[in-house]
């Protein structure tokens, strides 16, 4: 019988990029035609925003963001560490990097070869100046585990889920940046990461995905109503009911597996609710204290319309992984949850050990 282990994290581009260029998308943002334009006067900003951007332009914040960041994912490598799994699941979204007008899947697995080289900075001029001052060709070996993704999606497709996978990239030839930037994470020390992984992508940007072309794209351009919008992506009910059959086909695998959502929850730039600046705190919370209660049921009733307007969409990757656990019965243990008002969105981490 297989054994799993649930942790959750975030891919947050902003740990990837120097200090003094984390802040740059924020101001980019807060320029956009059409974000609400009272938040570019200062003297409408709450008092907990006015003080996370300090005297410094949010300098001494994005360090204690990333000191703070850094040590979460520490700890959650020393947990993955010693549970030394076969192979790590990573639920998250591709933002318009391999998944295009071609084709979107609502999910799909990825079978890797069992290395497979990436360069992380190469393809990204944002980064070419990053956290660790390597440079833009510094190579990132990755090993997947083509067994497990193919048992995966074999058991899901005999469970009556019907399941994409791939063995090859799509319009890159590199992951998305939600499984790439939760390798970068867990080895922050750069001391190596021996595990396997499985990447998981799951379409949380839905009807959204080709508009804001993966970021911002909505904010910057008046969108023309063309038609019937494009599809949406899969519900957080559905995404949860995957999560539940994949703890099924987990258990009984012959495999000790790692199931690892990477996503920050509300996204500032995708919420209507605070004019696209603010993350919405109070939505996040609310999940927050439903996942510490076990109160799963919470998470399952989020209709995509709540969803969308609390910029909760990378939040479906979570939903895959709260589905597991559920089916399971496993509690969550929250390590850390960082909100904030200057850095697009609030991030979570946790895990949840066997019982």
Known sequence: MGEILG???????????????????????????????????????PAEMIAEMGQDEGLTATRELRRRLFDDCRKLRRIIDDFAPDFVVI???????????????PFCIF????????????????????????PTDFTLRLHGHRAGAKYLATGLMQRGFPMSYAYKTLNQPH????????????????????????????????????????????????????????????????????GAKLAQVASQSPYRIVLMASAGWSHAFLSPTNGYIIPDHQADRMLLEALKRGD????????????????????????????????????????????????????????????
Not at 22 to 30: G, R, S, T, W
Not at 38 to 45: E, I, K, Q, S, V
Not at 93 to 104: A, K, M, P
């Open 7 to 45: 942790i959750g994290g975030s891919h947050f581009p902003g740990l990837v990029m120097a200090d003094h260029e984390i802040m740059v998308p924020f101001h980019q943002i807060l320029a956009a035609p059409n974000v609400d334009p009272r938040y570019r006067d200062r003297a409408n900003w």
């Open 175 to 242: 992951l998305a940046h939600a499984f790439t930037n939760t390798v970068l994470f867990l080895d922050c020390d750069r001391k190596g990461f021996p595990h396997r992984i499985v990447p998981f992508h799951v379409n949380c940007y839905g009807s959204q995905v080709i508009t804001a072309k993966g970021f911002a794209a909505h904010l910057f351009q008046t969108q023309k109503a063309e038609g019937l919008p494009d599809p949406p992506g899969p519900s957080p009910a559905l995404c949860m009911e995957l």
């Open 296 to 355: 799963y049921e919470a998470w399952r009733k989020r209709t995509p319309e709540e969803n969308d307007r609390a910029g909760h969409q990378e939040l479906l990757a979570w939903m895959v992984l709260v589905g597991a656990m559920a089916e399971l019965g496993r509690k969550a243990l929250v390590h850390d949850f960082h909100e904030t008002y200057i850095f697009r969105s609030n991030n979570c981490f946790a895990s949840f050990p066997p019982g």
């Open 91 to 105: 639920f998250g979204d591709d933002q318009y990097e391999n998944f295009r007008e071609d084709i979107i899947p």
């Open 111 to 134: 079978g890797l070869d069992d290395d497979f080289d990436e360069q992380p900075y190469a393809h990204d001029p944002r980064f070419a100046r990053n956290a660790w001052g390597e």
